[in-house]
């Protein structure tokens, strides 16, 4: 690694001695790997504690995907510029600020009393969250010598992937025997270690020549194309997709971006440098992660629903159900490491959006009676082809960056997942809207039932099938109740099969793009800003 990327005692790769721990590579890896620990978690554990979320606080289908689209938003804008404070300002002092502001905002988020202040703190914490995850990597890069570099950002790695895939078991058990606030509560904590570790180990670590100013026009414009964006895509089936409100944030969005763009060949210190796509491995990359993304946590959100609402497991057992998923996924991530290593990523990435297609054709097929075994087919199918994509994904994007731009690619990756994630869950919680209002009533006819004639209830009914609960008011016969049951979990099943669909054409386009992909030759290993 060239001295000239990082100040301070990067140019000695020796730990410090031993009477000061400040600096210690070991003990850094470990404070980072605490701090991004958090953010990682929180990106899948919500998932489970989402319909409790919903029930207790009645949040519309709407109101519940920004439970997990604000954070995944906020964290996918504010990544690069969040990169690019930690050159500015110092990489611990930017750590230390969003491991505080992490745990502060998850204990807002625990006595909120409304869906509408769960929300607004996610998006806090998102945007929290963000100013975590280069800061950790830049103080990796500042305390690792070059040749143990990749061996600790391997490790790094694997604690994310352990965290995000541990998140439904550990969601489950604290939504089940707690409540669904202490899925917030824990991140307490977590985030106190996570500030006196940094306090007493970590060495700051500032990039040269850092820029003295940011490029506040390009963040807001960015903010603003992908508000617009996702705001315009849930609200569509409610306002329909054809009418002018709807066409009024699309076209805003649109607008934005291709301002973004064009202010990006002007500004003094872009946001994100646009010679970065000249090359195509690396653009084929971002998109790909994009996509990837979408297929994932798009479905990762009907699924939670799926088995609590339509097989009436308890939290728990919907997170061990996912066991297979979450499992391939911290194994295979190993796995898909060496195999990049000695073939590349082009190979590992292509096969395993292939696999993960075949895996979202097959949960397409998923009904009311579908069995464990079946179920843990698609899940094991699912993690085994999302771990080489993931793993394979530096290498491409930031290895393939001009060394002078490798930190805003590292930061463009994580983006890239982070949109595709948010983009994912509103694109397929509209497909599955559309298609649950257009069967619903079909389905209760068939049940000799039909849709209530007050406007306000048929509503209700229609949002609720959309999450795939069943009302059961009182008063109605019990062959009544398990009709309407019936009713609506076949129309919850028929759009979730739709919404795969979906995904399943989307992970095949990725996989064509990872075709694309080769190997970087950039020789100063990972990226500051992943």
Same mark, same amino acid.
């Given at each position: 690694?060239?001295?000239?990327?990082?100040?301070?005692?990067?140019?000695?790769? =020796?730990?410090?001695?031993?009477?000061?721990? &400040?600096?210690?590579?070991?003990?850094?890896?470990?404070?980072?790997?605490?701090?991004?620990?958090? @953010?990682?978690?929180?990106?899948?554990? @919500?998932?489970?504690?989402?319909?409790?979320?919903? %029930?207790?606080?009645?949040?519309?289908?709407?109101?519940?995907?920004? +439970? %997990?689209?604000?954070?995944?938003?906020?964290?996918?804008?504010?990544?690069?510029?969040?990169?690019?404070?930690?050159?500015?300002?110092?990489?611990?002092?930017?750590?230390?600020?969003?491991?505080?502001?992490?745990?502060?905002?998850?204990?807002?988020? $625990?006595?909120?009393?409304?869906?509408?202040?769960?929300?607004?703190?996610?998006?806090?914490?998102?945007?929290?969250?963000?100013?975590?995850?280069?800061?950790?990597?830049?103080?990796? !890069?500042?305390?690792?010598?070059?040749?143990?570099?990749?061996?600790?950002? #391997?490790?790094?790695?694997?604690?994310? #992937?352990?965290?995000?895939?541990?998140?439904?078991?550990?969601?489950?058990?604290?939504?089940?025997?707690?409540?669904?606030?202490?899925?917030?509560?824990?991140?307490?904590?977590?985030?106190?270690?996570?500030?006196?570790?940094?306090?007493?180990?970590?060495?700051?670590? &500032?990039?040269?020549?850092? =820029? !003295?100013?940011?490029?506040?026009?390009?963040?807001?414009?960015?903010?603003?194309?992908?508000?617009?964006?996702?705001?315009?895509?849930?609200?569509?089936?409610?306002?329909?997709?054809?009418?002018?409100?709807?066409?009024?944030?699309?076209?805003?969005?649109?607008?934005?971006?291709?301002?973004?763009?064009?202010?990006?060949?002007?500004?003094?210190?872009?946001?994100?440098?646009?010679?970065?796509? !000249?090359? @195509?491995?690396?653009?084929?990359?971002?998109?790909?992660?994009?996509?990837?993304?979408?297929?994932?946590?798009?479905?990762?959100?009907?699924?939670?629903?799926?088995?609590?609402?339509?097989?009436?497991?308890?939290?728990?057992? =919907?997170?061990?159900?996912?066991?297979?998923?979450?499992?391939?996924?911290?194994?295979?991530?190993?796995?898909?490491?060496?195999?990049?290593?000695?073939?590349?990523? !082009?190979?590992?990435?292509? %096969?395993?959006?292939?696999?993960?297609? =075949?895996?979202?054709? $097959?949960?397409?097929?998923?009904?009311?009676?579908?069995?464990?075994?079946?179920?843990?087919?698609?899940? /094991?199918?699912?993690?085994?082809?999302?771990?080489?994509?993931?793993?394979?994904?530096?290498?491409?994007?930031?290895?393939?960056?001009?060394?002078?731009?490798?930190?805003?690619?590292?930061?463009?990756?994580?983006?890239?997942?982070? +949109?595709?994630?948010?983009?994912?869950?509103?694109?397929?919680?509209?497909?599955?809207?559309?298609?649950?209002?257009?069967?619903?009533?079909?389905?209760?006819?068939? &049940? $000799? /039932?039909?849709?209530?004639?007050?406007?306000?209830?048929?509503?209700?009914?229609?949002?609720?099938?959309?999450?795939?609960?069943?009302?059961?008011?009182?008063?109605?016969?019990?062959? @009544?109740?398990?009709?309407?049951?019936?009713?609506?979990?076949?129309?919850?099943?028929?759009?979730?099969?739709?919404?795969?669909?979906?995904?399943?054409?989307?992970?095949?386009?990725?996989?064509?793009?990872?075709?694309?992909?080769?190997?970087?030759?950039?020789?100063?290993?990972?990226?500051?800003?992943?």
């Amino acid at each position: 690694m060239s001295q000239s990327v990082l100040t301070g005692k990067q140019a000695d790769p =020796a730990p410090p001695p031993a009477r000061s721990l &400040k600096g210690h590579p070991w003990l850094t890896l470990l404070t980072v790997a605490v701090g991004v620990m958090m @953010v990682a978690l929180d990106g899948t554990v @919500v998932a489970i504690a989402n319909p409790v979320i919903q %029930t207790d606080l009645g949040a519309s289908p709407a109101d519940i995907q920004w +439970v %997990t689209s604000g954070y995944l938003l906020a964290l996918a804008v504010f990544l690069i510029t969040a990169g690019k404070i930690g050159d500015r300002f110092g990489h611990k002092n930017t750590f230390l600020v969003g491991a505080v502001g992490f745990a502060a905002t998850s204990a807002a988020i $625990g006595v909120a009393g409304s869906i509408q202040q769960v929300i607004f703190f996610r998006v806090l914490q998102g945007l929290f969250g963000a100013l975590l995850q280069p800061a950790a990597l830049g103080l990796l !890069r500042g305390a690792f010598p070059a040749e143990r570099l990749n061996m600790a950002i #391997g490790i790094w790695g694997g604690v994310i #992937g352990a965290s995000t895939a541990a998140g439904p078991i550990v969601g489950g058990l604290l939504v089940e025997h707690v409540n669904w606030e202490s899925v917030f509560y824990i991140n307490i904590p977590v985030g106190l270690v996570a500030l006196l570790l940094g306090l007493w180990v970590l060495r700051d670590v &500032k990039a040269e020549n850092a =820029a !003295r100013s940011f490029d506040i026009p390009g963040i807001v414009l960015l903010s603003g194309a992908m508000f617009m964006l996702v705001w315009g895509i849930i609200k569509a089936p409610t306002w329909g997709w054809g009418d002018p409100t709807t066409l009024l944030f699309l076209g805003g969005a649109l607008a934005a971006m291709v301002l973004f763009a064009l202010w990006q060949t002007r500004a003094e210190e872009p946001l994100i440098p646009l010679s970065l796509f !000249r090359s @195509v491995p690396l653009s084929a990359g971002a998109l790909l992660m994009v996509l990837m993304a979408f297929a994932f946590f798009g479905g990762v959100f009907f699924i939670t629903f799926y088995l609590q609402n339509v097989h009436g497991m308890t939290p728990v057992q =919907a997170g061990v159900h996912l066991l297979p998923m979450t499992g391939m996924m911290i194994v295979g991530a190993p796995v898909a490491g060496a195999a990049i290593g000695k073939l590349g990523p !082009r190979i590992p990435i292509v %096969t395993g959006m292939v696999f993960t297609t =075949a895996a979202m054709l $097959g949960m397409s097929t998923l009904d009311t009676g579908t069995g464990t075994g079946v179920m843990s087919l698609w899940f /094991l199918l699912m993690g085994l082809g999302l771990s080489p994509v993931m793993v394979g994904a530096t290498e491409v994007i930031v290895g393939n960056a001009p060394l002078e731009l490798s930190g805003v690619a590292g930061g463009l990756q994580q983006a890239a997942m982070q +949109v595709g994630g948010s983009l994912g869950t509103a694109v397929l919680g509209a497909v599955m809207a559309s298609k649950v209002t257009e069967t619903l009533p079909g389905n209760l006819t068939a &049940k $000799g /039932l039909q849709m209530p004639a007050d406007p306000a209830q048929a509503e209700q009914l229609g949002q609720a099938a959309q999450l795939g609960i069943a009302p059961r008011p009182e008063g109605l016969p019990e062959q @009544v109740l398990d009709a309407m049951a019936d009713a609506v979990h076949s129309s919850f099943v028929s759009g979730m099969s739709l919404a795969f669909t979906v995904a399943a054409v989307v992970a095949l386009a990725a996989a064509g793009l990872g075709l694309l992909t080769k190997r970087g030759t950039t020789e100063t290993g990972p990226s500051v800003h992943i």
